[in-house]
Protein backbone atom coordinates (compact mmCIF):
# COMPACT_ATOMS: atom_id res chain seq x y z
CA UNK A 1 0.00 0.00 0.00
CA UNK A 2 2.78 2.58 0.73
CA UNK A 3 4.30 1.79 -2.40
CA UNK A 4 1.70 2.39 -4.34
CA UNK A 5 0.85 5.26 -3.00
CA UNK A 6 5.14 6.48 -3.02
CA UNK A 7 4.38 5.40 -6.95
CA UNK A 8 1.24 8.05 -7.15
CA UNK A 9 3.14 10.96 -5.22
CA UNK A 10 6.03 10.27 -7.76
CA UNK A 11 4.05 10.93 -10.96
CA UNK A 12 1.88 13.52 -9.50
CA UNK A 13 5.44 15.48 -8.82
CA UNK A 14 6.57 14.47 -12.05
CA UNK A 15 3.53 16.20 -14.18
CA UNK A 16 4.37 19.69 -12.51
CA UNK A 17 7.70 18.91 -14.46
CA UNK A 18 8.93 20.90 -17.72
CA UNK A 19 6.09 19.52 -19.81
CA UNK A 20 3.72 16.96 -20.34
CA UNK A 21 4.76 15.98 -23.99
CA UNK A 22 7.86 15.24 -25.84
CA UNK A 23 8.45 18.46 -27.66
CA UNK A 24 7.85 20.53 -24.17
CA UNK A 25 10.49 18.64 -22.61
CA UNK A 26 12.97 19.07 -25.68
CA UNK A 27 12.47 22.60 -25.70
CA UNK A 28 12.86 23.19 -21.87
CA UNK A 29 16.20 21.15 -22.23
CA UNK A 30 17.64 23.22 -24.88
CA UNK A 31 16.56 26.58 -23.16
CA UNK A 32 18.05 25.04 -20.24
CA UNK A 33 21.19 23.55 -20.75
CA UNK A 34 24.54 24.97 -20.33
CA UNK A 35 25.88 22.73 -23.48
CA UNK A 36 26.88 25.24 -26.26
CA UNK A 37 24.57 24.53 -29.59
CA UNK A 38 20.84 23.71 -28.03
CA UNK A 39 20.39 27.15 -27.12
CA UNK A 40 20.76 28.39 -30.67
CA UNK A 41 18.45 25.49 -32.23
CA UNK A 42 15.86 27.42 -30.20
CA UNK A 43 17.09 31.35 -30.24
CA UNK A 44 17.97 31.08 -34.06
CA UNK A 45 15.73 31.57 -37.41
CA UNK A 46 14.80 28.68 -39.43
CA UNK A 47 18.13 28.28 -41.53
CA UNK A 48 20.80 28.95 -38.73
CA UNK A 49 18.43 26.66 -36.85
CA UNK A 50 19.09 24.07 -39.10
CA UNK A 51 22.86 25.22 -39.53
CA UNK A 52 23.36 24.74 -35.77
CA UNK A 53 20.99 21.42 -36.05
CA UNK A 54 23.58 19.89 -37.94
CA UNK A 55 26.80 21.47 -36.08
CA UNK A 56 25.66 20.30 -33.25
CA UNK A 57 24.69 16.86 -34.55
CA UNK A 58 28.32 16.57 -35.91
CA UNK A 59 30.08 17.51 -32.73
CA UNK A 60 27.97 15.08 -30.58
CA UNK A 61 29.22 12.35 -33.02
CA UNK A 62 32.91 13.29 -33.10
CA UNK A 63 32.40 13.56 -28.78
CA UNK A 64 31.17 10.13 -28.78
CA UNK A 65 34.21 8.61 -31.64
CA UNK A 66 36.81 10.33 -29.72
CA UNK A 67 35.24 8.79 -26.22
CA UNK A 68 34.91 5.41 -27.80
CA UNK A 69 38.85 5.37 -28.60
CA UNK A 70 39.81 6.12 -25.34
CA UNK A 71 37.60 3.85 -23.30
CA UNK A 72 39.02 1.49 -25.81
CA UNK A 73 42.22 2.33 -24.71
CA UNK A 74 41.45 2.09 -21.63
CA UNK A 75 40.06 -1.26 -22.02
CA UNK A 76 43.21 -2.65 -23.67
CA UNK A 77 45.30 -2.43 -20.57
CA UNK A 78 48.58 -1.53 -21.20
CA UNK A 79 51.14 -1.11 -19.43
CA UNK A 80 54.45 0.99 -19.18
CA UNK A 81 57.85 -0.42 -18.09
CA UNK A 82 60.09 1.43 -15.57
CA UNK A 83 63.60 0.98 -15.11
CA UNK A 84 65.22 2.04 -11.50
CA UNK A 85 68.23 1.35 -10.44
CA UNK A 86 69.39 0.68 -6.04
CA UNK A 87 72.08 -0.41 -4.21
CA UNK A 88 72.21 -2.64 -0.87
CA UNK A 89 73.76 -5.52 0.47
CA UNK A 90 71.68 -8.33 -1.21
CA UNK A 91 71.21 -12.22 -0.67
CA UNK A 92 73.63 -14.75 -2.78
CA UNK A 93 71.68 -16.50 -5.45
CA UNK A 94 70.86 -20.25 -4.67
CA UNK A 95 73.77 -22.35 -6.83
CA UNK A 96 72.93 -25.48 -8.37
CA UNK A 97 75.76 -27.55 -9.60
CA UNK A 98 75.32 -31.25 -11.32
CA UNK A 99 77.24 -33.57 -13.61
CA UNK A 100 76.80 -33.90 -17.19
CA UNK A 101 76.73 -37.86 -16.67
CA UNK A 102 74.03 -38.88 -14.79
CA UNK A 103 75.66 -41.95 -13.17
CA UNK A 104 79.00 -43.47 -13.25
CA UNK A 105 79.28 -46.27 -15.56
CA UNK A 106 80.85 -48.71 -13.04
CA UNK A 107 77.64 -48.37 -10.93
CA UNK A 108 74.96 -48.43 -13.90
CA UNK A 109 77.14 -50.91 -16.28
CA UNK A 110 74.79 -53.88 -15.21
CA UNK A 111 71.52 -52.42 -16.37
CA UNK A 112 72.77 -51.12 -19.56
CA UNK A 113 74.86 -54.59 -20.73
CA UNK A 114 72.66 -55.27 -23.40
CA UNK A 115 71.81 -52.07 -24.47
CA UNK A 116 75.42 -51.46 -24.79
CA UNK A 117 76.09 -54.52 -26.97
CA UNK A 118 73.22 -53.79 -28.98
CA UNK A 119 74.92 -50.08 -29.55
CA UNK A 120 77.92 -51.33 -30.70
CA UNK A 121 76.26 -53.71 -33.29
CA UNK A 122 73.78 -50.76 -34.30
CA UNK A 123 77.45 -48.86 -34.93
CA UNK A 124 78.98 -51.55 -37.06
CA UNK A 125 75.79 -51.67 -39.29
CA UNK A 126 76.26 -48.24 -39.44
CA UNK A 127 79.51 -47.94 -40.22
CA UNK A 128 79.20 -50.94 -42.64
CA UNK A 129 82.27 -52.71 -40.90
CA UNK A 130 82.57 -56.18 -41.42
CA UNK A 131 81.60 -58.38 -37.59
CA UNK A 132 84.25 -60.53 -36.05
CA UNK A 133 81.98 -63.18 -35.92
CA UNK A 134 79.45 -64.86 -37.86
CA UNK A 135 77.29 -65.51 -35.19
CA UNK A 136 77.63 -61.70 -33.90
CA UNK A 137 74.31 -61.04 -33.35
CA UNK A 138 72.89 -64.00 -32.19
CA UNK A 139 73.80 -62.86 -28.35
CA UNK A 140 72.37 -59.83 -28.88
CA UNK A 141 68.80 -58.94 -26.99
CA UNK A 142 66.39 -57.97 -29.54
CA UNK A 143 63.74 -57.12 -27.14
CA UNK A 144 64.66 -53.66 -26.82
CA UNK A 145 65.24 -53.39 -30.35
CA UNK A 146 61.58 -54.89 -31.55
CA UNK A 147 60.38 -51.78 -29.73
CA UNK A 148 62.25 -49.02 -31.05
CA UNK A 149 64.85 -50.24 -34.21
CA UNK A 150 66.40 -47.75 -36.22
CA UNK A 151 66.19 -47.96 -40.20
CA UNK A 152 68.06 -46.57 -43.18
CA UNK A 153 66.10 -45.21 -45.83
CA UNK A 154 67.63 -45.00 -49.22
CA UNK A 155 66.21 -41.35 -50.65
CA UNK A 156 67.93 -41.90 -54.07
CA UNK A 157 64.51 -42.28 -56.09
CA UNK A 158 62.59 -39.70 -53.63
CA UNK A 159 59.40 -40.89 -55.35
CA UNK A 160 60.11 -44.48 -54.41
CA UNK A 161 61.81 -44.57 -50.59
CA UNK A 162 63.38 -48.17 -49.43
CA UNK A 163 63.44 -48.56 -45.73
CA UNK A 164 66.37 -50.85 -44.92
CA UNK A 165 66.50 -52.95 -41.66
CA UNK A 166 69.74 -52.60 -40.04
CA UNK A 167 69.56 -56.08 -38.69
CA UNK A 168 67.46 -57.69 -41.50
CA UNK A 169 63.67 -58.12 -41.79
CA UNK A 170 63.80 -61.06 -38.98
CA UNK A 171 65.63 -60.18 -35.49
CA UNK A 172 66.98 -63.81 -35.83
CA UNK A 173 68.38 -63.24 -39.09
CA UNK A 174 72.38 -63.08 -38.72
CA UNK A 175 74.59 -60.45 -39.77
CA UNK A 176 75.95 -62.85 -42.02
CA UNK A 177 72.78 -63.39 -44.37
CA UNK A 178 72.17 -60.13 -44.78
CA UNK A 179 74.20 -57.18 -46.63
CA UNK A 180 75.78 -54.46 -44.57
CA UNK A 181 73.75 -51.62 -45.08
CA UNK A 182 76.72 -49.68 -46.49
CA UNK A 183 77.45 -51.95 -48.93
CA UNK A 184 73.87 -51.17 -50.68
CA UNK A 185 73.42 -47.37 -49.24
CA UNK A 186 76.03 -44.56 -49.16
CA UNK A 187 76.53 -41.52 -47.09
CA UNK A 188 74.59 -39.37 -49.64
CA UNK A 189 71.99 -41.91 -50.24
CA UNK A 190 70.38 -42.93 -47.34
CA UNK A 191 69.44 -41.13 -43.89
CA UNK A 192 69.40 -42.84 -39.96
CA UNK A 193 65.43 -42.96 -38.93
CA UNK A 194 63.72 -44.43 -35.89
CA UNK A 195 60.68 -45.76 -36.81
CA UNK A 196 57.94 -45.61 -33.72
CA UNK A 197 54.88 -48.13 -33.83
CA UNK A 198 51.55 -48.64 -31.88
CA UNK A 199 48.87 -50.94 -31.69
CA UNK A 200 51.25 -53.61 -32.51
CA UNK A 201 52.84 -52.95 -34.76
CA UNK A 202 50.31 -51.73 -37.18
CA UNK A 203 50.29 -47.92 -36.86
CA UNK A 204 54.46 -46.82 -37.75
CA UNK A 205 56.06 -43.34 -38.24
CA UNK A 206 59.55 -42.26 -39.03
CA UNK A 207 61.61 -39.92 -37.02
CA UNK A 208 64.25 -38.52 -39.16
CA UNK A 209 67.88 -37.34 -38.68
CA UNK A 210 70.31 -35.56 -40.58
CA UNK A 211 73.09 -37.40 -38.86
CA UNK A 212 73.62 -40.90 -37.35
CA UNK A 213 75.10 -39.22 -34.99
CA UNK A 214 71.82 -37.73 -33.45
CA UNK A 215 69.90 -40.54 -34.47
CA UNK A 216 71.69 -43.11 -32.64
CA UNK A 217 72.24 -40.34 -29.47
CA UNK A 218 68.37 -40.20 -28.98
CA UNK A 219 67.81 -43.52 -29.68
CA UNK A 220 70.12 -44.81 -26.83
CA UNK A 221 68.80 -42.20 -24.49
CA UNK A 222 65.41 -43.24 -25.30
CA UNK A 223 66.18 -46.95 -24.00
CA UNK A 224 67.93 -45.94 -21.26
CA UNK A 225 64.69 -43.97 -19.97
CA UNK A 226 63.09 -47.50 -20.08
CA UNK A 227 65.23 -48.84 -18.51
CA UNK A 228 65.87 -46.27 -15.75
CA UNK A 229 62.21 -45.80 -14.98
CA UNK A 230 61.68 -49.18 -13.78
CA UNK A 231 64.36 -48.60 -11.12
CA UNK A 232 63.86 -47.46 -7.42
CA UNK A 233 65.21 -43.64 -6.99
CA UNK A 234 67.23 -44.94 -4.11
CA UNK A 235 69.34 -47.09 -6.35
CA UNK A 236 69.44 -44.26 -8.68
CA UNK A 237 70.84 -41.69 -6.30
CA UNK A 238 73.49 -44.79 -5.39
CA UNK A 239 74.36 -44.91 -9.26
CA UNK A 240 74.92 -40.81 -9.25
CA UNK A 241 78.10 -38.91 -8.29
CA UNK A 242 78.21 -38.64 -4.65
CA UNK A 243 78.96 -34.97 -2.76
CA UNK A 244 82.06 -36.02 -1.49
CA UNK A 245 83.83 -37.71 -4.24
CA UNK A 246 82.07 -33.98 -6.65
CA UNK A 247 82.64 -31.43 -4.79
CA UNK A 248 86.64 -31.29 -3.54
CA UNK A 249 86.83 -27.78 -1.88
CA UNK A 250 84.53 -25.07 -1.11
CA UNK A 251 84.96 -20.78 -0.09
CA UNK A 252 82.60 -18.94 0.52
CA UNK A 253 83.70 -15.07 1.33
CA UNK A 254 85.96 -15.59 4.00
CA UNK A 255 84.40 -18.76 5.05
CA UNK A 256 85.12 -22.17 4.54
CA UNK A 257 82.36 -24.78 3.38
CA UNK A 258 82.16 -28.59 2.28
CA UNK A 259 79.81 -30.70 0.14
CA UNK A 260 78.20 -30.69 3.54
CA UNK A 261 76.48 -26.81 2.94
CA UNK A 262 75.22 -28.18 -0.02
CA UNK A 263 71.20 -29.31 -0.68
CA UNK A 264 70.82 -32.74 -2.74
CA UNK A 265 68.42 -33.69 -5.18
CA UNK A 266 67.95 -36.29 -7.88
CA UNK A 267 67.64 -34.49 -11.12
CA UNK A 268 66.39 -37.54 -14.19
CA UNK A 269 69.12 -35.64 -16.82
CA UNK A 270 71.76 -35.09 -14.54
CA UNK A 271 71.89 -37.01 -11.78
CA UNK A 272 72.38 -36.38 -7.96
CA UNK A 273 72.61 -32.00 -7.93
CA UNK A 274 73.60 -29.99 -5.16
CA UNK A 275 72.56 -26.93 -4.73
CA UNK A 276 73.98 -24.34 -2.09
CA UNK A 277 72.46 -21.65 -0.43
CA UNK A 278 68.74 -22.82 -0.98
CA UNK A 279 67.23 -20.95 1.89
CA UNK A 280 65.08 -24.27 2.50
CA UNK A 281 66.15 -24.84 6.09
CA UNK A 282 68.26 -22.19 7.18
CA UNK A 283 68.36 -18.52 6.28
CA UNK A 284 69.85 -17.38 2.78
CA UNK A 285 73.75 -15.86 2.88
CA UNK A 286 74.20 -12.27 2.34
CA UNK A 287 77.16 -11.13 0.04
CA UNK A 288 79.51 -8.85 1.95
CA UNK A 289 80.80 -6.77 -0.97
CA UNK A 290 81.08 -7.36 -4.89
CA UNK A 291 84.46 -8.73 -6.30
CA UNK A 292 85.91 -12.40 -6.40
CA UNK A 293 87.20 -12.03 -2.90
CA UNK A 294 83.26 -11.80 -1.24
CA UNK A 295 82.03 -15.11 -3.59
CA UNK A 296 81.52 -18.51 -4.00
CA UNK A 297 84.81 -20.49 -4.96
CA UNK A 298 84.51 -24.20 -5.66
CA UNK A 299 86.68 -26.75 -6.77
CA UNK A 300 84.80 -29.64 -8.45
CA UNK A 301 85.94 -33.34 -10.33
CA UNK A 302 83.68 -34.69 -12.59
CA UNK A 303 85.18 -37.96 -12.89
CA UNK A 304 84.67 -37.85 -16.70
CA UNK A 305 86.23 -41.56 -16.90
CA UNK A 306 83.39 -42.78 -15.65
CA UNK A 307 80.85 -41.33 -18.26
CA UNK A 308 78.47 -43.47 -19.65
CA UNK A 309 80.16 -43.59 -22.93
CA UNK A 310 76.53 -43.69 -25.17
CA UNK A 311 74.47 -41.78 -23.14
CA UNK A 312 76.67 -38.35 -22.36
CA UNK A 313 78.75 -36.88 -24.82
CA UNK A 314 79.35 -33.54 -23.21
CA UNK A 315 82.13 -33.48 -20.66
CA UNK A 316 81.40 -30.37 -17.78
CA UNK A 317 80.11 -29.34 -14.88
CA UNK A 318 76.22 -27.97 -15.31
CA UNK A 319 75.37 -25.03 -13.35
CA UNK A 320 72.47 -22.84 -12.61
CA UNK A 321 71.94 -19.35 -10.55
CA UNK A 322 68.48 -18.70 -8.89
CA UNK A 323 66.52 -17.24 -6.23
CA UNK A 324 66.00 -19.13 -2.33
CA UNK A 325 63.48 -21.61 -2.74
CA UNK A 326 62.64 -22.42 -6.31
CA UNK A 327 63.21 -25.26 -8.22
CA UNK A 328 66.39 -25.46 -10.80
CA UNK A 329 64.68 -26.10 -13.84
CA UNK A 330 68.66 -26.70 -14.98
CA UNK A 331 68.40 -28.27 -18.52
CA UNK A 332 66.47 -25.59 -19.89
CA UNK A 333 68.41 -22.76 -18.18
CA UNK A 334 71.51 -23.89 -17.01
CA UNK A 335 75.19 -23.48 -18.54
CA UNK A 336 78.32 -25.35 -18.63
CA UNK A 337 81.85 -25.14 -17.01
CA UNK A 338 84.51 -26.77 -19.43
CA UNK A 339 86.75 -29.26 -17.30
CA UNK A 340 90.40 -28.17 -17.06
CA UNK A 341 89.49 -24.43 -16.84
CA UNK A 342 89.07 -21.76 -13.75
CA UNK A 343 85.35 -19.98 -14.93
CA UNK A 344 84.55 -17.01 -13.30
CA UNK A 345 81.11 -15.88 -13.28
CA UNK A 346 80.30 -12.21 -12.32
CA UNK A 347 76.56 -11.52 -11.62
CA UNK A 348 73.78 -8.73 -11.86
CA UNK A 349 70.54 -9.16 -10.53
CA UNK A 350 67.24 -8.00 -12.34
CA UNK A 351 64.11 -7.62 -10.13
CA UNK A 352 60.84 -8.14 -12.42
CA UNK A 353 57.43 -6.79 -10.82
CA UNK A 354 54.31 -6.96 -13.31
CA UNK A 355 51.53 -5.56 -12.36
CA UNK A 356 49.00 -8.35 -12.75
CA UNK A 357 45.46 -8.92 -13.78
CA UNK A 358 44.10 -7.21 -16.00
CA UNK A 359 46.80 -5.74 -17.15
CA UNK A 360 49.80 -8.65 -17.08
CA UNK A 361 48.73 -12.46 -17.88
CA UNK A 362 51.18 -13.23 -14.20
CA UNK A 363 50.28 -14.83 -10.78
CA UNK A 364 51.52 -14.55 -7.66
CA UNK A 365 51.92 -18.05 -6.29
CA UNK A 366 50.16 -20.31 -8.85
CA UNK A 367 47.11 -20.68 -6.94
CA UNK A 368 45.13 -19.31 -9.88
CA UNK A 369 46.68 -21.74 -12.42
CA UNK A 370 44.74 -24.53 -13.39
CA UNK A 371 47.25 -27.17 -14.15
CA UNK A 372 48.59 -28.98 -10.71
CA UNK A 373 52.13 -28.39 -9.95
CA UNK A 374 53.70 -31.47 -9.65
CA UNK A 375 56.99 -30.21 -7.83
CA UNK A 376 54.76 -28.86 -4.89
CA UNK A 377 56.63 -31.45 -3.22
CA UNK A 378 59.36 -30.14 -3.08
CA UNK A 379 58.11 -27.27 -1.32
CA UNK A 380 59.30 -24.63 -3.77
CA UNK A 381 58.04 -21.40 -5.23
CA UNK A 382 55.87 -21.39 -8.05
CA UNK A 383 57.79 -21.16 -11.47
CA UNK A 384 56.26 -20.94 -15.25
CA UNK A 385 58.92 -23.93 -16.12
CA UNK A 386 57.35 -26.23 -13.17
CA UNK A 387 54.15 -25.42 -15.01
CA UNK A 388 54.80 -26.15 -17.99
CA UNK A 389 56.53 -29.29 -17.49
CA UNK A 390 53.69 -30.30 -15.20
CA UNK A 391 51.43 -29.64 -18.07
CA UNK A 392 52.96 -31.89 -20.45
CA UNK A 393 53.12 -34.30 -17.90
CA UNK A 394 49.38 -34.34 -17.26
CA UNK A 395 48.93 -34.52 -21.14
CA UNK A 396 51.30 -37.28 -21.56
CA UNK A 397 49.58 -39.29 -18.76
CA UNK A 398 45.97 -38.54 -19.97
CA UNK A 399 46.97 -39.59 -23.52
CA UNK A 400 49.70 -42.32 -23.01
CA UNK A 401 48.59 -43.69 -20.03
CA UNK A 402 51.72 -43.24 -18.11
CA UNK A 403 53.97 -40.62 -16.99
CA UNK A 404 57.68 -39.70 -18.58
CA UNK A 405 60.44 -40.39 -16.33
CA UNK A 406 62.09 -36.82 -16.79
CA UNK A 407 59.30 -35.21 -14.90
CA UNK A 408 57.33 -36.17 -11.23
CA UNK A 409 54.52 -38.21 -10.84
CA UNK A 410 51.30 -37.66 -9.70
CA UNK A 411 50.21 -40.31 -7.02
CA UNK A 412 48.60 -43.35 -8.12
CA UNK A 413 50.33 -42.92 -11.28
CA UNK A 414 53.43 -44.85 -13.34
CA UNK A 415 56.04 -44.86 -15.26
CA UNK A 416 56.12 -45.33 -18.97
CA UNK A 417 58.20 -48.81 -20.40
CA UNK A 418 58.45 -50.84 -23.03
CA UNK A 419 56.86 -53.82 -20.85
CA UNK A 420 53.81 -52.30 -19.52
CA UNK A 421 52.89 -49.97 -21.79
CA UNK A 422 54.62 -50.88 -25.41
CA UNK A 423 53.30 -48.02 -27.58
CA UNK A 424 54.31 -45.09 -25.14
CA UNK A 425 57.48 -44.01 -27.38
CA UNK A 426 55.18 -43.35 -30.36
CA UNK A 427 53.01 -41.40 -28.28
CA UNK A 428 55.71 -39.43 -26.61
CA UNK A 429 56.87 -37.92 -29.81
CA UNK A 430 53.94 -37.24 -31.15
CA UNK A 431 53.16 -35.17 -28.00
CA UNK A 432 56.03 -33.68 -27.87
CA UNK A 433 56.07 -32.32 -31.56
CA UNK A 434 52.32 -31.61 -31.21
CA UNK A 435 51.84 -27.94 -31.69
CA UNK A 436 48.31 -27.86 -30.19
CA UNK A 437 49.82 -29.18 -26.99
CA UNK A 438 52.74 -26.77 -26.63
CA UNK A 439 49.71 -24.22 -27.03
CA UNK A 440 47.39 -25.00 -24.72
CA UNK A 441 49.88 -25.02 -22.26
CA UNK A 442 51.43 -22.01 -22.82
CA UNK A 443 48.03 -20.22 -22.70
CA UNK A 444 47.41 -22.36 -19.48
CA UNK A 445 50.38 -21.32 -17.39
CA UNK A 446 51.54 -17.78 -16.21
CA UNK A 447 54.29 -16.03 -15.57
CA UNK A 448 55.47 -15.03 -12.08
CA UNK A 449 54.03 -11.67 -11.08
CA UNK A 450 57.13 -11.43 -8.81
CA UNK A 451 60.76 -12.52 -10.51
CA UNK A 452 64.23 -12.18 -9.87
CA UNK A 453 66.63 -13.01 -12.93
CA UNK A 454 70.30 -13.17 -12.91
CA UNK A 455 72.67 -12.21 -15.52
CA UNK A 456 76.10 -13.52 -15.54
CA UNK A 457 79.37 -12.39 -17.10
CA UNK A 458 81.42 -15.79 -17.69
CA UNK A 459 85.22 -15.86 -17.82
CA UNK A 460 87.82 -18.90 -18.87
CA UNK A 461 91.40 -19.77 -18.37
CA UNK A 462 93.14 -22.79 -17.74
CA UNK A 463 93.62 -24.47 -14.90
CA UNK A 464 95.70 -25.37 -13.35
CA UNK A 465 98.71 -23.81 -14.93
CA UNK A 466 101.01 -26.38 -16.32
CA UNK A 467 103.47 -25.18 -13.47
CA UNK A 468 101.22 -25.72 -10.76
CA UNK A 469 99.35 -28.63 -12.21
CA UNK A 470 101.60 -31.44 -10.13
CA UNK A 471 101.67 -30.25 -6.67
CA UNK A 472 97.64 -29.22 -6.84
CA UNK A 473 96.53 -32.32 -7.88
CA UNK A 474 98.68 -34.14 -5.33
CA UNK A 475 97.40 -32.23 -2.43
CA UNK A 476 93.56 -32.78 -3.69
CA UNK A 477 94.08 -36.32 -4.08
CA UNK A 478 95.60 -36.65 -1.08
CA UNK A 479 92.75 -34.59 0.65
CA UNK A 480 89.92 -36.96 -1.03
CA UNK A 481 91.85 -40.08 -1.11
CA UNK A 482 93.96 -40.01 1.07
CA UNK A 483 96.92 -41.25 -1.34
CA UNK A 484 100.49 -40.40 -2.19
CA UNK A 485 99.34 -41.15 -5.46
CA UNK A 486 97.61 -38.32 -8.20
CA UNK A 487 94.02 -39.87 -8.63
CA UNK A 488 92.99 -36.26 -10.63
CA UNK A 489 93.19 -35.41 -13.73
CA UNK A 490 93.05 -31.99 -16.00
CA UNK A 491 90.16 -33.79 -17.61
CA UNK A 492 87.78 -34.01 -14.41
CA UNK A 493 89.33 -30.70 -12.72
CA UNK A 494 86.49 -27.76 -12.91
CA UNK A 495 86.86 -24.77 -10.71
CA UNK A 496 84.11 -21.99 -10.15
CA UNK A 497 84.04 -17.86 -8.85
CA UNK A 498 80.59 -16.77 -8.69
CA UNK A 499 79.97 -13.61 -7.48
CA UNK A 500 78.23 -10.25 -7.39
CA UNK A 501 80.18 -7.71 -10.00
CA UNK A 502 78.26 -4.79 -8.15
CA UNK A 503 75.59 -3.82 -6.05
CA UNK A 504 73.63 -1.95 -8.20
CA UNK A 505 70.51 -3.87 -8.80
CA UNK A 506 68.03 -3.05 -11.73
CA UNK A 507 64.31 -2.88 -10.75
CA UNK A 508 61.92 -3.20 -13.84
CA UNK A 509 58.75 -2.28 -13.12
CA UNK A 510 55.42 -2.18 -14.75
CA UNK A 511 52.68 0.14 -13.97
CA UNK A 512 49.33 0.99 -15.99
CA UNK A 513 49.73 3.24 -19.44
CA UNK A 514 46.27 4.69 -19.06
CA UNK A 515 44.94 4.91 -15.64
CA UNK A 516 41.17 6.17 -14.62
CA UNK A 517 42.27 9.85 -14.14
CA UNK A 518 43.83 9.66 -17.99
CA UNK A 519 40.63 8.51 -19.02
CA UNK A 520 38.42 11.05 -16.85
CA UNK A 521 40.92 13.91 -18.01
CA UNK A 522 40.29 12.86 -21.96
CA UNK A 523 36.78 12.61 -21.67
CA UNK A 524 36.48 15.73 -19.92
CA UNK A 525 38.64 17.18 -22.46
CA UNK A 526 37.17 16.53 -25.67
CA UNK A 527 33.85 17.29 -24.06
CA UNK A 528 34.67 20.51 -23.14
CA UNK A 529 36.19 21.21 -26.25
CA UNK A 530 33.80 20.19 -28.90
CA UNK A 531 30.36 21.22 -27.24
CA UNK A 532 31.85 23.31 -24.30
CA UNK A 533 30.43 20.81 -21.88
CA UNK A 534 30.89 19.60 -18.52
CA UNK A 535 29.80 16.97 -15.96
CA UNK A 536 27.15 18.96 -14.84
CA UNK A 537 25.88 18.51 -18.39
CA UNK A 538 25.84 14.96 -18.46
CA UNK A 539 23.97 15.64 -15.16
CA UNK A 540 21.43 17.62 -17.24
CA UNK A 541 21.66 15.15 -19.68
CA UNK A 542 20.83 12.47 -17.74
CA UNK A 543 18.03 14.02 -16.40
CA UNK A 544 16.48 14.63 -19.38
CA UNK A 545 16.90 11.08 -20.32
CA UNK A 546 14.37 9.99 -17.02
CA UNK A 547 11.82 12.90 -17.60
CA UNK A 548 11.78 10.80 -20.97
CA UNK A 549 11.04 7.51 -19.34
CA UNK A 550 8.57 9.00 -16.39
CA UNK A 551 6.79 10.75 -19.98
CA UNK A 552 6.30 6.96 -21.40
CA UNK A 553 5.32 5.56 -18.85
CA UNK A 554 2.43 8.19 -17.72
CA UNK A 555 1.50 7.51 -21.49
CA UNK A 556 1.48 4.08 -21.00
CA UNK A 557 -0.20 3.93 -17.84
CA UNK A 558 -3.06 6.12 -19.62
CA UNK A 559 -3.05 3.92 -22.96
CA UNK A 560 -3.55 0.96 -20.59
CA UNK A 561 -6.27 2.78 -17.69
CA UNK A 562 -8.46 4.17 -20.97
CA UNK A 563 -8.13 0.89 -22.57
CA UNK A 564 -9.36 -0.81 -19.08
CA UNK A 565 -12.19 1.94 -18.82
CA UNK A 566 -13.55 1.43 -22.39
CA UNK A 567 -13.56 -2.79 -21.85
CA UNK A 568 -15.61 -2.04 -18.46
CA UNK A 569 -18.14 0.41 -19.89
CA UNK A 570 -18.45 -2.44 -23.00
CA UNK A 571 -20.19 -5.01 -20.29
CA UNK A 572 -22.91 -1.78 -19.44
CA UNK A 573 -25.02 -1.18 -22.81
CA UNK A 574 -27.78 0.83 -20.93
CA UNK A 575 -27.86 3.73 -18.50
CA UNK A 576 -26.49 3.35 -15.44
CA UNK A 577 -29.61 2.87 -12.66
CA UNK A 578 -31.45 5.48 -10.60
CA UNK A 579 -31.47 6.09 -6.64
CA UNK A 580 -34.64 4.66 -6.93
CA UNK A 581 -34.12 1.37 -8.83
CA UNK A 582 -31.14 0.66 -6.15
CA UNK A 583 -33.44 1.07 -3.46
CA UNK A 584 -36.02 -0.93 -5.40
CA UNK A 585 -33.40 -3.68 -5.57
CA UNK A 586 -31.81 -3.37 -1.79
CA UNK A 587 -35.77 -3.87 -0.32
CA UNK A 588 -37.52 -6.01 -2.72
CA UNK A 589 -35.51 -9.08 -3.51
CA UNK A 590 -37.73 -9.73 -6.20
CA UNK A 591 -37.06 -6.87 -8.23
CA UNK A 592 -36.02 -6.46 -11.46
CA UNK A 593 -34.78 -3.87 -13.45
CA UNK A 594 -35.98 -3.06 -17.00
CA UNK A 595 -33.55 -4.52 -19.82
CA UNK A 596 -35.65 -3.88 -22.44
CA UNK A 597 -33.54 -1.02 -23.92
CA UNK A 598 -30.37 -3.13 -23.74
CA UNK A 599 -28.36 -4.55 -26.22
CA UNK A 600 -28.98 -8.70 -26.68
CA UNK A 601 -25.13 -9.56 -26.42
CA UNK A 602 -25.19 -6.98 -22.69
CA UNK A 603 -25.27 -9.41 -19.77
CA UNK A 604 -28.40 -8.81 -17.35
CA UNK A 605 -28.27 -7.56 -14.24
CA UNK A 606 -27.43 -10.07 -11.29
CA UNK A 607 -31.17 -11.17 -9.75
CA UNK A 608 -29.12 -13.07 -6.52
CA UNK A 609 -28.13 -10.28 -4.13
CA UNK A 610 -26.76 -11.16 -0.59
CA UNK A 611 -29.18 -10.49 2.35
CA UNK A 612 -28.46 -6.81 3.62
CA UNK A 613 -28.20 -5.45 6.66
CA UNK A 614 -30.62 -4.26 8.69
CA UNK A 615 -30.91 -0.26 8.51
CA UNK A 616 -32.60 2.67 7.20
CA UNK A 617 -32.85 3.22 3.07
CA UNK A 618 -31.55 5.76 1.42
CA UNK A 619 -33.62 8.48 0.34
CA UNK A 620 -36.04 8.19 -3.29
CA UNK A 621 -34.63 11.23 -5.49
CA UNK A 622 -35.06 9.93 -8.68
CA UNK A 623 -33.38 12.94 -10.12
CA UNK A 624 -30.06 11.63 -8.51
CA UNK A 625 -28.30 9.40 -11.02
CA UNK A 626 -24.48 7.45 -10.25
CA UNK A 627 -21.83 8.21 -12.74
CA UNK A 628 -18.67 6.78 -13.44
CA UNK A 629 -15.97 8.31 -11.45
CA UNK A 630 -13.18 8.91 -14.31
CA UNK A 631 -16.38 10.54 -15.96
CA UNK A 632 -16.51 13.05 -13.15
CA UNK A 633 -13.11 13.55 -13.45
CA UNK A 634 -12.84 14.25 -16.91
CA UNK A 635 -15.91 16.66 -16.55
CA UNK A 636 -13.69 18.35 -13.79
CA UNK A 637 -10.71 18.92 -16.11
CA UNK A 638 -12.45 20.48 -19.02
CA UNK A 639 -13.84 23.03 -16.71
CA UNK A 640 -10.69 24.11 -15.08
CA UNK A 641 -9.30 24.64 -18.80
Known amino acids: MHVKKFLLKGLHRLQKGPGYTYKELLVWYCNNTNTHGPKRIICEGPKKKAAWFLITLLFAALVCWQWGVFIKTYLSWEVSVSLSIGFKTMDFPAITICNSSPFQYSKAKHLLKDLDELMEAVLERILALEPNHANATSTLNFTIWNHTPLVLINEQDPRHPVVLDLFGNSPNESASSSLAPGKICNAQGCKVAMRLCSHNGTVCTFRNFTSATQAVTEWYALQATNIFSQVPLQELVEMGYPAKRMILACLFGTEPCSYRNFTSIFYPDYGNCYIFNWGMLEKALPSANPGTEFGLKLILDIGQEDYVPYLTSTAGARLMLHEQRTYPFIREEGIYAMSGTETSIGVLVDKLQRKGEPY ?264 LRLQPLDTVESDSEGNAV
Open 360 to 623: SPCTMNGSDVAIRNLYSKYNTTYSIQACLHSCFQDHMIHNCSCGHYLYPLPPGERYCNNQDFPDWAHCYFDLRMSVAQRETCINMCKESCNDTQYKMTISMADWPSEASEDWIFHVLSQERDHSTNITLSRKGAVKLNIYFQEFNYRTIEESPANNIVWLLSNLGGQFGFWMGGSVLCLVEFGEIIIDFVWITIIKLVAFFKGLRQKRAQASYAGPPPTVAELVEAHTNFGFQPDTTNCSPHTEPYPSEQTSPIPGTPPPNYDS
